[in-house]
């Protein structure tokens, strides 16, 4: 069975910072994009931090600068390394993977099942 397996969440103060990692396992398709996803209370999921296999990023414009993406192939994980955290941070983080079977019209998604980061003093 596929798992997305988060950790690294949790309570920091406003400036501080923590890294979110996850790590998927059971994917037997090529894992292609790998991206984190945020959700604050009473809005909408939002993109934040991309990496494509070969290590192409991108950021949200709220995060640049602050926040850092990194993958290992070998290993299938991602992390999100996350500084100069401000309240505004504060969501439901969550991990998506995206696979394909190589040579097929096959893909698939995957998502994590979330984990909490709270910045507040």
């Known amino acids: 069975q596929v798992q997305l397996v988060e950790s690294g969440g949790g309570l920091v103060q406003p400036g501080g910072s923590l890294r979110l990692s996850c790590a998927a396992s059971?994917?037997?398709?090529?894992?292609?994009?790998m991206t984190w996803y945020r959700q604050a209370p009473g809005a909408q999921r939002e993109f934040v931090a991309l990496?494509?296999?070969?290590?192409?990023?991108k950021y949200a414009e709220s995060v640049k600068g602050r926040f850092s993406i990194s993958r290992d192939n070998a290993k299938n994980t991602v992390d999100l390394q996350m500084d100069s955290l401000k309240p505004e941070d504060t969501a439901v983080y969550y991990c998506?993977?995206?696979?394909?079977?190589?040579?097929?019209?096959?893909?698939?998604?995957?998502w994590g099942q979330g984990t909490q980061v709270t910045v507040s003093s």
């Open positions: 990496i494509t296999r070969v290590g192409i990023k």
């Open positions: 998506n993977v995206k696979a394909m079977r190589l040579g097929r019209d096959e893909r698939y998604e995957y």
């Open positions: 059971g994917i037997t398709s090529y894992i292609s994009d």
